[in-house]
């Protein structure tokens, strides 16, 4: 089945400057590779997503790429704010049916 | 319209003890997912379900059961805790042909 990795487990950074989250999918069916916030506390909720025939997406300070030859995709946070720290969650999904997640990490932006 | 909702938030139980987790969601969605939340292990998937009467299992379903019969609700059983399933619990959906899951809020369940 489906395995998605994710790393860095934990990324720090000051105010201001960018993060970048990577993950990895096992499947090369998987077709839609969503990124999840979750705030301390609370639930995930999702903040941007791609789909297996586009290579990239942005949405204002959040970008998500895609390499499909690689099997990878990644999470790009630039001019990072305090209320940017959150863990943040990768999947993968072959079908609608359900999402495979990765392990999530945990991102601490200081001011 | 209140979205996706878990009953309770909180529960204590002894090892051994049985309890029911109930999800309920009134945005007429068809899928519904259980997941657990453990530190550094991500959300995984327990059960799910693609409609009414049906449900399938997920990556880690052992010591669990679900079920789902009105399309709004989808409850998840523990027949004999043990300690290994203290964990948050989430609940989600979502409609044929969406990607994007809906979460509750979770319940934190705790077995000494």
């Known amino acids: 089945g489906e395995n998605v990795e994710q790393h860095p487990s934990t990324l720090s950074v000051q105010e201001g400057d960018s993060a970048v989250i990577k993950c990895t999918y096992s499947?090369?069916?998987?077709?839609?590779f969503p990124w999840y916030k979750q705030e301390l506390g609370k639930r995930p909720q999702l903040i941007i997503d791609?789909?297996?025939?586009?290579g990239e997406k942005k949405d204002q300070r959040i970008a998500v790429t895609l390499n499909k030859t690689a099997k990878h995709f990644s999470l790009h946070i630039t001019e990072t704010q305090p209320e940017d720290s959150a863990v943040y969650f990768c999947?993968?999904?072959?079908?609608?049916?359900?999402?495979?997640f990765g392990t999530g990490t945990r991102l601490q932006v200081f001011p | 319209n209140a979205g996706v909702t878990q009953t309770p938030k909180f529960r204590v139980l002894k090892t051994g003890q049985s309890m029911t987790l109930l999800c309920a969601q009134d945005?007429?969605?068809?899928?519904m997912y259980w997941y657990r939340q453990d530190p550094g292990m991500g959300l995984r998937l327990i059960h799910y379900?693609?409609?009414?009467?049906?449900?399938a299992k997920g990556e880690v379903p052992d010591g669990y059961n679900v079920s789902r019969l009105k399309k709004q609700n989808f409850l998840l059983g523990l027949e004999s805790a043990a300690p290994s399933q203290t964990s948050v619990y989430f609940c989600?959906?979502?409609?044929?042909?969406?990607?994007?899951?809906?979460f509750g809020p979770g319940t934190r369940l705790t077995v000494t």
């Open positions: 791609i789909r297996s025939n586009v």
């Open positions: 945005m007429n969605h068809e899928y």
């Open positions: 499947d090369s069916a998987s077709n839609y």
């Open positions: 999947a993968a999904s072959i079908s609608t049916d359900k999402l495979i």
């Open positions: 379900s693609v409609g009414e009467g049906t449900t």
């Open positions: 989600a959906s979502t409609r044929p042909g969406v990607y994007e899951q809906y």
